[in-house]
């Protein structure tokens, strides 16, 4: 048996055409199940690999689209890369996976390397393209972070997905407010960008229907997402906001942190100040008490995503700068 085959070769044994062999390797165009099965058959009796390298240069771009996220270590963005690149697996694309680790230079350096591979598309997760700063004709998916928080002039072909932030937050303020907490600060990374307004507005807006006034100081801002930034936002929360009984963490990893300080320093949880988290991150359910959150779909993430810029690729040009909303639901565990 030969380790090598051409696709004139199978289309010579299948007794049909080269653009045909071809149609069904892609799964484009027309062809009969009878000429698939035969193609089919003898691909697999041969283990044929098509040359995808000689099919990229010949078409001017690969069967492979780049995931840009910005710290592969944070479990959320860990999980919604995973989710995308499992639904683009199921369509036949592969992915390279740039880890930019919050630097606009590394991520300068992988888009020109992404754009080398002539991938197929380009999709940012919690990444926006403030660094990237030429337009080009990739079709672009951007999951949770605006592009336009920091590119106002944006002309590429984008869509984009994310979370109801604001209903997300609204569920957040609704929960401390209803289970009786009256003076609520909130800690969260980068207040300019379009998802942490968001979740601000939902939240505010519940603390208005709850007739409770929020104080500007109790607004906590943190230099990145971690636990230990968490636990030195709680820390200063507890020595310098006096009566604070309730906290919004607008990321279950600086919630983490927080709780971890204030169960170290004997400060009851719910008793004396409540916790509500967001993303729901496996830690969640099982640390102790286990954490109210705020669920992100990222199943549903990963699979819209792939559609989307498998659709882009193919020439559905009315999705380009679409946006999708998907619903979020708050989790209530032992912190409220």
């Not at 009878?34 to 771009?61: C, F, G, M, W």
């Not at 519940?206 to 971690?226: R, T, W």
């Not at 507890?238 to 309730?246: A, C, E, S, T």
Request: glycine letters at 6%; hydrophobic letters at 40%.
């Amino acid at each position: 048996m030969r380790e090598k085959l051409s696709v004139k070769e199978i289309a010579e044994m299948a007794g049909t055409s080269v653009a045909t062999v071809s149609r069904v390797i892609n799964q484009n165009g027309r062809f009969s199940k009878a000429t698939e099965k035969k193609v089919l058959d003898i691909i697999e009796q041969y283990n044929y690999q098509p040359n995808q390298l000689a099919r990229s240069l010949r078409v001017q771009h690969s069967q492979i689209i780049g995931i840009m996220v910005p710290d592969i270590s944070n479990e959320f963005f860990a999980n919604i890369t995973r989710a995308v690149q499992k639904h683009l697996l199921k369509q036949n694309y592969m992915t390279i996976i740039c880890n930019t680790n919050e630097s606009g230079m590394e991520a300068r350096k992988q888009h020109q390397m992404l754009l080398a591979q002539k991938v197929s598309g380009i999709i940012y997760i919690n990444s926006g393209s403030e660094d990237i700063m030429e337009s080009t004709n990739v079709p672009t998916v951007y999951i949770d972070r605006d592009p336009r928080d920091t590119r106002k002039n944006l002309d590429e072909n984008y869509a984009m997905i994310e979370c109801d932030n604001i209903q997300g937050g609204y569920l957040a303020g609704q929960e401390l407010a209803r289970k009786g907490s009256r003076k609520i600060a909130y800690v969260c990374f980068n207040r300019t960008l379009s998802t942490i307004k968001k979740r601000i507005q939902g939240f505010l807006t519940a603390l208005e229907e709850a007739k409770i006034a929020f104080d500007p100081a109790c607004g906590i801002y943190v230099n990145e997402v971690s636990i230990e930034e968490g636990i030195l936002a709680t820390e200063y929360i507890v020595h310098h906001l006096k009566d604070v009984d309730g906290i919004f963490y607008m990321s279950d990893l600086l919630a983490v942190g927080g709780l971890g300080y204030l169960m170290r320093n004997r400060i009851q949880v719910p008793k004396q100040i409540r916790l509500v988290g967001f993303d729901d991150i496996s830690i969640s359910s099982n640390i102790f008490p286990s954490l109210t959150t705020v669920h992100q779909p990222v199943e549903e993430f990963g699979s819209l995503a792939a559609r989307r810029i498998v659709d882009m690729i193919n020439g559905k040009n009315d999705i380009w700068q679409q946006r999708q909303r998907l619903p979020v639901e708050l989790i209530v565990r032992e912190t409220t």
